[in-house]
């Protein structure tokens, strides 16, 4: 989540920043897959609430947002593990435009919302990062002993 975290906040060059996945949405998703019961809602809401500090932003949009990604995780987690890794990637795919919707609807509910193409790229590549950050985490999970 640390990481996540870091690649969030981390400044990046032009047009590159929005090419950036939600990296904190992805760590979310992985790991209220991994341990629904354990790192969940909870998790979720408060990285959330960091992210809205450290992002300077709106308090409680990211909170919001990432709280319903790790609910819509959770209560899909036996289905989602049974999907082979490009299915996953979909359907991150999905929660992480529905993690941007969210975004530019609490945008727009403070008068700030921009409505751009741009906002269509970090679910897409959100959902092809999804096999190496998954693999990634799979290693780093079996390095911690936690499965």
């Known amino acids: 989540m640390l990481v996540g975290l ?3 906040v981390t400044p990046l ?3 590159a920043a929005a090419w950036a996945p939600p990296w904190l949405a992805l760590a979310v998703i992985y790991w ?3 341990y629904p019961r354990r790192y969940g809602l909870g998790l979720a809401w408060s990285s959330g609430l960091v992210l809205d500090v450290l992002k300077g932003g709106l308090l409680g949009q990211h909170a919001l947002a990432l709280t ?3 609910l819509i995780a959770v209560r899909f987690h036996l ?3 049974l999907f082979p890794i490009w299915q996953q990637a979909g359907m991150v795919g999905l929660v992480a435009a529905i993690h941007e919707f969210l975004i530019f609807w609490v945008d727009g509910l403070a008068g700030e919302a921009e409505l751009s193409w741009q906002r269509l790229i970090p679910p897409v ?3 092809l990062l999804w096999p190496p950050a998954t693999a990634v985490l799979d290693r780093f999970r079996r390095w911690l002993g936690m499965g």
Do not use: W
């Open 13 to 15: 060059p032009g047009g």
């Open 125 to 127: 590549t959100a959902a």
């Open 6 to 8: 870091s690649l969030e």
């Open 68 to 70: 319903v990604v790790a």
């Open 79 to 81: 289905r989602f593990r």
């Open 32 to 34: 209220s897959l991994a």
